[in-house]
């Protein structure tokens, strides 16, 4: 197989996600990325979901990264800004980080 390796390829366990996305009360853990372009047509992420549906008992599966709204409030340092779609780049993360999390951090 030849080129880049794709940013978040590797799958990693529930408890050390790539990513964490929320909106309202929907939670979603970014384990794996299966594409590099997060804006292709039906790219999609293996994730861990929380939502009222679930009822305390996470989901996990492959979901359309179009389907994922709302802000980043943890990153791991090592996903590059490119490995986010358009729609999650920006200050959005910070904004709510440092009005829902004492201290910023």
């Known amino acids: ?3 880049k390796a794709i940013p978040m ?5 529930a408890s050390n996600p790539w990513l964490t996305i929320r909106a309202g ?3 979603w853990k970014v384990l794996q ?3 590099s372009n997060p804006d292709q047509r039906y790219a999609s992420w293996l994730c861990e979901v929380e939502s009222p ?3 305390g008992c996470p ?4 979901t359309y990264i179009a389907d994922v ?3 980043i409030i943890q990153r791991d340092p ?7 779609p358009r729609h999650l780049r920006g200050d959005g993360w910070q904004q709510w980080r440092d009005a829902n999390i004492p201290g910023g951090e």
């Open 9 to 13: 390829g590797r799958t990693r366990p």
């Open 33 to 35: 990325a299966h594409v």
């Open 53 to 55: 549906y679930t009822q």
């Open 1 to 3: 197989m030849s080129g």
């Open 59 to 62: 989901d996990m599966g492959d």
């Open 25 to 27: 009360d929907w939670t």
């Open 78 to 84: 090592e996903v590059p800004d490119e490995a986010l």
């Open 69 to 71: 709204v709302g802000f």
